[in-house]
């Protein structure tokens, strides 16, 4: 007969390989959920895209409807994030990443209702529907952005273990970044939605996201 303390550890050894393949089933049914998810809801909010795609075009006519940004992805791939157009061409003309402000005059006025609303977002739909982002994970952040919070917060390079997502613990919880305390909150968010990911928890912070369409907090 085992001792005790090997059928503890082929125990703990058998409650590791089962904790791995709830894992990998999990990974599996989000791929299946971002694919599938990701479709209908592009397909679902296509004429709301195409009019907000309207009005930028009626009021910002010279520059393009669609805004293109390039993004740290899953494990520090580059990737092209889309979003409608929601300021005025050559808002960054100067080169320099910066976040928008309260009020921020760079946002084009039939717009602002958009970014409350987190609408100028739908387009990453067509990220998620790639396969370079997720419906929930962490937010992709600029190259630029990404090495000087890494230099900062070394772990901040731990949210690149799964794909970026349009909503997640942090962006539902947190809010927008202000300072660099809101990004360590954020980041100790990401970290805890990595560690924690389940099929309960991705269920639970997508439906929460319904109640960002009205976000005081959105600039």
């Known amino acids: 007969m085992p001792e005790p303390i090997t059928m503890v550890m082929v125990g703990a050894g ?12 999990f990974r599996i049914f989000k791929e299946v959920l971002d694919i599938v998810g990701g479709s209908l809801l592009f397909m679902g ?8 795609a309207l ?3 009626l009021w910002d006519p010279a520059g393009p409807v669609l805004y293109r940004q390039v ?5 520090g791939r580059l990737f092209t994030i889309y979003k409608l157009r929601s300021m005025y061409v050559d808002a960054e003309a100067h080169g320099k990443a910066v976040r ?15 970014r409350k609303s987190h609408v100028d977002e739908l ?8 396969g370079e982002m997720s419906l929930v994970g962490p937010r992709p952040e600029r190259p630029e952005m990404f ?35 809101s990004v360590k909150r954020k980041l100790k968010m990401d970290l805890e939605y990595i560690d924690r990911m389940s099929l309960a928890l ?18």
């Open 100 to 114: 928008a402000g309260q009020d921020d005059p760079r946002v084009i006025p039939v717009c602002r209702w958009m």
């Open 55 to 57: 009005l930028i075009k």
């Open 123 to 130: 387009p990453q739909l067509f990220n998620i529907v790639r």
């Open 45 to 52: 909010f296509m004429p709301l895209m195409l009019l907000c």
């Open 71 to 75: 993004r740290v992805g899953l494990n």
């Open 14 to 25: 058998g409650g590791g390989v089962l904790l791995e393949l709830a894992r990998r089933q």
């Open 147 to 181: 090495e000087e919070l890494s230099r900062e917060m070394p772990d901040f390079e731990k949210r690149l273990a799964v794909k970026p997502g349009l909503t997640g613990m942090a962006q539902i919880y947190n809010g927008y970044d202000t300072d660099i305390e």
């Open 202 to 219: 991705e269920f639970k912070l997508l439906f929460s996201t319904f109640a960002k369409f009205n976000d005081s907090g959105a600039r």
